[in-house]
């Protein structure tokens, strides 16, 4: 098993910075995979060290950026056919929407997102045009199944939700207590034939990732974060993205090493036995 690690650093409609977030991640990514190959010493990076491919795009020129939805697709589908472990790193989060694209219309296939936002805006001051905000109501497809974690919505009503969302456990209703969260988790998880984890780094608290460009309080702390990846994680799980994080907004790289950490953390996952 390989895992496929791809940098995407797509900022348009929206987020413009988080592009700069990718690049920073892809150097960082390079950097750890380096230090690993000289140490001497026999580490758990082992595990995952000799089966992690990278790829990167870049958008420095008009002609990268025409047809970026569809080169991204085509990637996502490439690593997948291989059955490598997809990681997907983009700038703001609608540049996971090709990873959807690719995800739409298999009943079998869940995602297990993080997000303060529910992506699925249409407020009367929101645009009809593809957005980071409303990127989901233009899924070339049916969505998959969505279950989102982490939300602070307040405005959207539940059935208009309820049309592209499988279910919602907002922030709120998880600092009161996770338990039925984790529960109904497990539950879905163990009952899709795969899942694929999309998280918008906007769903932490600022407190804890301050490198938001659109930051909202009562977020999740990174051991919560931990927990519910806990419940959603097995052998079922094909690939995860990480998007919004703007490094400009960073606080002494607090955010850029809990970044850096986390996707370890989930090599370590997937490949160590």
């Known amino acids: 098993m390989k895992t496929t690690l791809t940098f995407f650093p797509f900022d348009l409609f929206g987020s413009a910075g988080t592009a700069a977030g990718v690049e920073l ?3 960082a990514c390079r950097e750890m ?4 190959r000289r140490e001497k010493v026999p580490t758990r990076a082992a595990a995952y060290s000799p089966h992690v491919r990278l790829r990167e795009f870049a958008f420095e020129t008009l002609d990268d950026l025409r047809d970026w939805r569809k080169r991204a697709r085509q990637a996502v589908r490439q690593t997948l056919a291989r059955g490598d ?26 995602v297990v997102q993080f997000d303060a936002h529910l992506d699925v805006y249409d407020l009367s001051d929101c645009t009809a045009e593809l957005s980071h905000g409303n990127f989901l109501l233009h899924c070339d497809g049916p969505l998959p199944g969505i279950v989102n974690l982490g939300s602070r919505e307040l405005l959207l009503r539940p059935d208009h939700v309820g049309r592209y969302y499988r279910d919602v456990f907002p922030a709120a209703a998880l600092a009161v207590d996770p338990g039925p969260a984790l529960a109904r988790l497990r539950q879905a998880c163990a009952a899709a034939e795969r899942v694929f984890i999309d998280l918008d780094c906007d769903v932490f608290d600022p407190a804890f990732f301050p490198a938001l460009s659109h930051p909202l309080p009562f977020g999740l702390g990174p ?22 994080f703007d490094p400009a907004r960073d606080v002494h790289d607090q955010s850029l ?9 989930l090599l370590l996952k997937r490949h160590e036995r």
């Not at 931990?226 to 993205?241: E, K, N, P, Q």
């Not at 090493?257 to 953390?265: D, H, N, R």
């Open 223 to 244: 051991p919560l974060l931990l927990r519910l990846l806990d419940a959603a994680w097995s052998d079922r799980v094909v690939g995860v993205s990480v998007s919004e």
């Open 257 to 265: 090493s809990t970044l850096v950490w986390l996707l370890e953390y």
């Open 33 to 36: 995979l380096a230090d690993n």
């Open 25 to 27: 991640l892809a150097d």
């Open 85 to 110: 472990f997809l990681v997907w790193v983009t700038g703001n989060h609608l540049g996971a929407l090709p990873v959807y694209d690719e995800l739409s219309g298999h009943d079998d296939t869940l």
